[in-house]
């Protein structure tokens, strides 16, 4: 008789069991065993007070080294809920020497050979030692890590509680750039005394340098505001050829979020705590928070440490670009190796009788950071070049290029002023203003494809004030032509006087009175400015249809304005509006869906001049 083990069926039970044997056993070893693409790790919960351990980072060429540090004890909760911070003090000559050095954010910490987290925090005072906050690795490997589609420029937000200085929480979140940097977490009195500081103290994430290549300190002093409140500290450095091993970084190698490169280059650099797979792991804390975010992210070379009693730092040469920064956030920057991301093409020529200077560059495209990076780049092209001269006039042109979309036409004229600034200036504001306009819209995305403006030099101030206007008939009929007379006064000249042919309208009602507003450009632009920022367009094209119909400031204006009511609805503007439709809105109370105006245009002219317009004069006519 046939054994039920040895029949077809009993083999295929024993088949069964050898493959579920199999599987626990498989399973059990991919539980106990570290994982073979990351680093080996020491959780927070076995961080004990008085482990030593060491960090690594480069203080000067591409020599990772190591320094000691022991653990005064963690902080737990401290910037967040489940947010702790490993106390540390650094042991060494060298950092004893310099104490933390901007750009040491991210240097990996090891206590008995495995990765513990990220030096990421330094004392906002002056103290005898050198103490600095880590951030756990386990905070940093929870980064998202899927290729989430980031719109391009679009934050998103980390929001996150700290303690204050009265005990009490508050709120701040990661999509205000320069928040998460200038954020202050205060030390508790027992923490403060174990670490031998005299009256309590406060970490802040330390500073990250900012490398600017091809701008003149001028330009660095005219926006240091702007970049001191994203916890930057700017730094000399510039960029070197890419080699071929730009893309061999380990943990304690430097890299860098390029935001502007070219002929002009501005990087921030901060260090590689680990590299898992493709992904790499830097900071320990947020550059900008700007959550998924994709900017190019290319290999730092550290020349030297630049020791201060201040703010030490490491100076640092921005090499090859070797994949794309992804994640911004709270606790690290996560980039990605491979390709890196389309930036926007950057072409700007200055001109002056004594010849032309021209400038290519890209920047990352962001609604924060780009018109910013505009003006910092129009001002230090216009201003940092052999051709150029204060007391000048300049007239700009250029376009701006978007997907899908007609391209915003770049056209004025700036007159220098008597003020304690750079003429440059006005020009640079005046573009970033536009750039914060298109980028701040609420209706899409804007994909710009290419900037190029052009700036023509005047050497001398060319601006005329409107003195007066008048009419030499102070009646006319409806149809009947007008001429207006304005008087201008260029600036230390004789006046002129400049004819302004209008026309009545023919249906001007006889009897009633007309005014002609004689204006400069801004009056009139205010007016439109008003509704783009309520939100009354109904879209980007239209958006950019009004920056185009935008007046020069290098223009006279006479407009014609009747006494009847103007309703102005979302987009359409309603001339001799009727009393009902009026109290209908009225009684709805929309505000930012409506605006009453007192008088409604019947015309407007406009005279091209070779000066920039101030000013304004108006002028009565009665209709017979």
């Known amino acids: ?76 909760n401290l910037i967040g809920p489940k947010q702790s911070i490993i106390l540390v003090q650094l042991k060494g000559p060298k950092v004893e020497h310099t104490g933390v050095v901007a750009g040491m954010s991210g240097s990996p910490v090891y206590i008995n050979g495995k990765l513990v987290g990220a030096v990421s925090l330094k004392f906002g005072m002056f103290v005898k030692e050198p103490l600095a906050g880590v951030t756990p690795i386990e905070n940093m490997l929870s980064l998202p890590t899927q290729d989430a589609p980031a719109r391009a420029g679009t934050a998103v937000a980390d929001s996150y509680s700290l303690p204050s200085e009265g005990g009490s929480s508050q709120t701040a979140s ?25 009256g309590g103290g406060f970490l802040e994430p330390i500073d990250t340098p900012l490398v600017f290549s091809g701008f003149a300190p001028a330009t660095v002093r005219q926006y240091y505001a702007d970049w001191a409140q994203y916890g930057m500290v700017a730094t000399p450095g ?54 998924t975010t994709k900017m190019p992210m290319a290999r730092g070379r550290v020349l030297t440490t630049l020791a201060s009693d201040f703010d030490s730092t490491k100076i640092v040469n921005m090499g090859g670009v070797i994949g794309t920064i992804t994640q911004d956030r709270l606790t690290a920057v996560m980039g990605k190796m491979g390709p890196s991301p389309a ?81 440059g200036a006005f020009v640079a504001a005046s573009v970033q203003s536009i750039f914060t306009r298109i980028f701040s819209n609420p209706y899409e995305t804007p994909q710009i494809q290419r900037i190029s403006m052009r700036l023509d030099s005047v050497p001398e101030r060319r601006i005329a004030t409107v003195e007066s206007a008048w009419s030499e008939m102070s009646e006319a009929a409806p149809g009947e032509p007008v001429v207006i007379k304005v008087m201008l006064r260029p600036y230390r000249g004789a006046p002129f006087i400049r004819d302004v042919p209008i026309t009545i309208p023919a249906q001007a009602a006889r009897g009633t009175t007309l005014r002609v507003q004689v204006s400069d450009s801004d009056s009139l632009n205010r007016l439109a400015n008003l509704f783009t920022s309520q939100g009354r367009l109904g879209g980007l094209e239209q958006l950019i249809t009004l920056l185009n119909r935008e007046r020069h400031n290098n223009s006279l204006y006479v407009t ?62 009665k209709i017979k």
């Open 1 to 76: 008789m046939k054994s039920s083990l040895t029949s077809p069926g009993g083999r295929f039970f024993l088949l069964l069991q050898r493959f579920a044997l199999l599987a626990v056993v498989l399973s059990l070893a991919a539980v106990s065993l570290p994982a073979a693409d990351g680093p080996e790790i020491l959780p927070l919960d076995q961080v004990k007070p008085g482990m030593t351990g060491y960090a690594r980072t480069i203080f000067a060429g591409d020599q990772i080294e190591n320094f000691d540090l022991v653990v005064i004890g963690v902080l737990p």
């Open 174 to 198: 990661a999509t205000n750039p320069g928040a998460t940097q200038s954020l202050r977490f205060p030390l508790p009195a027992e923490w403060a005394r174990a670490a031998g500081i005299a």
């Open 238 to 291: 510039g960029t070197t050829d890419a080699q071929p091993d730009d893309a061999n970084i380990s943990p304690g190698d430097m890299v860098g979020m390029v935001l502007v490169q070219g002929d002009l280059s501005l990087n921030a650099a901060c260090t590689v705590t680990a590299v898992v797979q493709d992904r790499v792991y830097v900071c320990g804390h947020p550059f900008l928070g700007l959550g």
């Open 343 to 423: 930036m926007i093409p950057v072409d700007l020529s200055f001109t002056t009788p004594n010849g032309e200077k021209k400038y290519s560059m890209e920047m990352i495209s962001d609604p924060k950071l780009t018109p910013l990076l505009v003006g910092l780049v129009s001002f230090n092209g216009l201003t940092q070049n052999i051709t150029y001269g204060e007391g000048t006039t300049l007239r700009l042109s250029g376009s701006i290029e978007i997907q899908g979309h007609s391209a915003v036409t770049l056209n004025d004229m700036y007159a220098p002023t008597d003020q304690f600034v750079p003429d």
């Open 560 to 621: 014609l304005m009747k006494p009847t009511p103007t309703l102005m609805v979302d987009d359409k503007e309603l001339p001799n509006a009727p009393l009902s439709e009026i109290n209908v809105m009225d009684q709805r109370r929309l505000p930012g869906n409506s605006v009453l105006l007192r008088e409604s245009s019947a015309g407007e002219w406009s005279v091209p001049m070779d000066e920039v317009i101030a000013g304004s004069a108006s002028v009565l006519i």
